[in-house]
């Protein structure tokens, strides 16, 4: 199957600071990422949707300025935390669904733990 | 909006038992429904997936139904092994790549041996 990854695997930042997280589709090209966060024994909670080359559609509740999605090329999405905070420590995966219709199967990259003292 | 529940959300089961894990949907345009298996601090993995033209899809010890009137959908996993154990979460979104997947809340299935 197709292949997602993503870095870093895991940061720790202090509070108040950035911290920007890449999603990339290996070999293949995604028109749409997706941004998922999940919080310890709980489901993933779907952030937004990245479309490249135009703004990513939010979920109700995400704060789009808090968390600055960028994707500029049909391989690579970004995940800005600005301004991050403890509550903002989290498991945050991204997913793509590949463009040229194979199949609806979503893949998934390993994910980033961040912690945010 | 659109919202998928799941239940249960802890199953233990012995082991060469079976174990049910049931899904419902709120968005009646979804068509396909994926299943997932999650290990701690590891990316889901699809298990099986079906799509609205199907009513069963079975593989090996997994089977998966859907009954698209009622919006349910419905794991069964035969003759439980310890490496079953981990998170399950169903999930429904509609067939394109650009549709998004809502994730059902997730149930921790344990095999007692």
């Known amino acids: 199957g197709a292949v997602v990854s993503q870095h870093p695997s895991w940061v720790i930042c202090k509070s108040g600071t950035s911290v920007k997280i890449e999603c990339r589709s290996l070999?293949?090209?995604?028109?749409?990422m997706f941004w998922y966060r999940q919080f310890p024994k709980q489901s993933l909670m779907l952030m937004a949707t990245s479309n490249e080359g135009s703004k990513a559609t939010y979920e109700q509740g995400v704060e789009k300025d808090k968390f600055l999605i960028n994707h500029a090329s049909l391989t690579l999405s970004t995940l800005t935390v600005t301004s991050a905070h403890p509550e903002d420590s989290s498991f945050y995966i991204c997913?793509?669904?590949?463009?040229?219709?194979?199949?609806?199967?979503?893949?998934f990259g390993p994910g980033t733990r961040l912690t945010v003292l | 909006g659109e919202n998928v529940e799941q239940h249960p959300s802890t199953l233990s089961v012995q082991e060469g038992d079976s174990a049910v894990i049931k899904c419902t949907y709120s968005?009646?345009?979804?068509?396909?429904f994926p299943w997932y298996k999650q290990e701690l601090g590891k990316r889901p993995q699809l298990i099986i997936d079906?799509?609205?033209?199907?009513g069963e899809k079975k593989d090996q010890r997994i089977a998966v139904t859907l009954n698209k009137t009622a919006k349910h959908f419905s794991l069964h996993i035969t003759e439980t092994q310890p490496e079953d154990s981990a998170v399950y979460f169903c999930a429904a979104s509609r067939d394109s790549s650009a549709s998004k997947i809502i994730f059902g809340s997730g149930t921790r299935l344990s095999i007692r041996p």
């Open positions: 070999d293949f090209q995604a028109t749409t």
């Open positions: 997913s793509a669904r590949e463009t040229s219709g194979r199949g609806d199967e979503q893949f």
């Open positions: 079906i799509r609205s033209n199907v």
């Open positions: 968005d009646s345009a979804s068509n396909y």
